[in-house]
């Protein structure tokens, strides 16, 4: 069983920061890869930035160059450094990982709120 737990989350100004951290815990095999979603009200859940175990990352346009997302291995932990932010930011964030055996298992956290506002 593979727990994902978040925390990071709250409350900032525009222009501010905050940093996401999601800690894996369970049995976690085989290649995997970690990211965040986010979703605001209303919306889809979208894509914000996913990492794999070999570094690879990637993101979506609208969080390129403020946001970074990066990932201690020996810890099994993601992290999303969020700078810059905007109002248009504000979500609840979520985590997931996806491990790759044969097949390929997603495991989502509880989420996260950000709110930016002033």
């Known amino acids: 069983q593979v727990q994902l737990v978040e925390s990071g989350g709250g409350l900032v100004q525009p222009g501010g920061s905050l940093r996401l951290s999601c800690a894996a815990s369970?049995?976690?095999?085989?290649?995997?890869?970690m990211g965040w979603y986010r979703q605001a009200p209303g919306k889809q859940r979208d894509l914000v930035a996913t990492i794999t175990n070999g570094g690879t990352s990637r993101y979506a346009d609208s969080v390129k160059g403020r946001f970074t997302i990066s990932r201690d291995n020996a810890k099994n932990t993601v992290y999303l450094q969020m700078n810059s932010l905007k109002p248009e930011d504000t979500a609840v964030y979520y985590c997931?990982?996806?491990?790759?055996?044969?097949?390929?298992?997603?495991?989502w956290g509880q989420g996260t709120q950000v709110t930016v506002s002033s």
């Open positions: 997931k990982l996806s491990v790759t055996v044969i097949l390929t298992t997603d495991y």
């Open positions: 369970g049995s976690i095999s085989g290649f995997y890869a």
